[in-house]
């Protein structure tokens, strides 16, 4: 097993859309490991599990929530410091991992996904006969 399992991206991205430049926030992270599987938990508050989307392709994990701050029909905001925030986290895995047993779980605002390491990836002791 690698000593690391992931390469960041950059703290703040920029997403050109239709004319419009949205501003993504590199969410605060942890990465802990064994010869098994990685953890990562990613700090997401105020993203609804619908929000989140989890992509994996060659190699590259990318995370990406988006909180929305709305006012409901009829209110009008007073005072506002809470607004919507896009969130966006790519990592370069540097040991291949069992795209089959990924799992993702998004409780009290932290999403933690479980990368089982690929049996080929995995350290074997080899007998000498």
Known sequence: MNSTCCTPSQKT????????????????????GSPEAYEVRVQMPGVPKGNVKIDLEENVLSIRGERQSATPEG??????????QSYLLRLKLNTPVDEDKLTANLQDGVLT?????????????????
């Open 13 to 32: 991205q920029s997403a050109p859309g239709a004319g419009v430049t949205e501003t993504l926030q590199k969410p605060l992270y942890d990465v802990k």
């Open 75 to 84: 209110w009008k905001s007073l005072h506002r410091e809470i607004s919507t």
């Open 113 to 129: 996904l479980n990368l089982p390491v690929k049996e080929a990836a995995k350290p074997r002791r080899i007998a000498v006969e």
